[in-house]
């Protein structure tokens, strides 16, 4: 397994435009995350998966954002009628949390989906 | 509410001399400390991270990281930087896991 792979890198859209950005976690991994990071800043949060179910999501993702995992591997992020505050890193990370070993691994970072909204 | 500072955008150090770079939280409960560090072009890479235990926390690459409750920080630090470990490192408390909270990031600088 060579980690988290997410698909574009980059890329490049009209305001107003619909992308659609996709994270492959690392297989075994159960738990999936999206951040999203500005120049010169953090990552922020921004959801999160337990197998397909998403448990929680920031107040920064707006209703024009839409995250899915139906079959508890991949994960995609939609970003309906994009605006330009939305350009930004998209970072996608995946850990493995096992409730009755207490296990929870670190989370792996993907090199993430650059988005330019022009 | 969970929160991260790291007081210093850039840290500069010549190379074989020690390191720190300063973080400092502020969370409810018992804190899930992290650093990462991001290279040009690549991903966050995990470094070391304080779930409970030993204050001092050893990492990758010869990194560690030393917890202190009483000041609520989380320093990062290394005996003898290298060139190769300029990069720009980030400090995060997470809850439930790995829904972190990040800090603005420490440019660290090392110079032959």
């Known amino acids: 397994d060579t980690g988290v792979s997410q698909d574009p890198r980059h890329k490049i859209t009209k305001r107003g435009q619909n992308v659609t950005f996709r994270c492959d976690p690392i297989s075994e991994h159960n738990r999936l995350y999206w951040y999203r990071q500005t120049l010169g800043q953090g990552p922020e949060f921004l959801t999160y998966?337990?197998?397909?179910?998403?448990?929680?999501k920031s107040r920064l993702l707006s209703d024009r954002f839409s995250a899915e995992r139906p079959k508890g591997s991949f994960s995609t992020l939609e970003i309906q009628r994009t605006e330009q505050g939305d350009s930004a890193m998209y970072l996608c990370?995946?850990?493995?949390?096992?409730?009755?070993?207490?296990?929870?691994?670190?989370?792996?970072f993907g090199q993430g989906t650059r988005l330019t909204v022009v | 509410a969970q929160s991260v500072a790291q007081p210093e955008d850039q840290v500069n150090v010549a190379e074989g001399n020690p390191l720190t770079v300063k973080c400092t939280y502020s969370v409810s409960g018992n804190p899930y400390l992290f650093w990462y560090v991001q290279y040009p072009n690549r991903g966050l890479q995990f470094l070391l991270k304080?779930?409970?235990?030993?204050?001092l926390v050893k990492g990758s690459y010869g990194f560690e990281a030393e917890f202190n409750k009483s000041q609520t920080s989380f320093h990062l630090k290394k005996p003898s930087a290298l060139v190769s470990d300029s990069a720009l490192y980030f400090c995060a408390v997470g809850r439930r896991g790995n829904m972190l909270t990040f800090g603005g990031g420490t440019r660290l600088m090392v110079k032959p």
């Open positions: 304080y779930i409970t235990g030993d204050n």
């Open positions: 998966f337990q197998n397909e179910a998403q448990l929680e």
């Open positions: 990370a995946s850990s493995l949390a096992m409730w009755r070993t207490g296990l929870n691994t670190e989370a792996f």
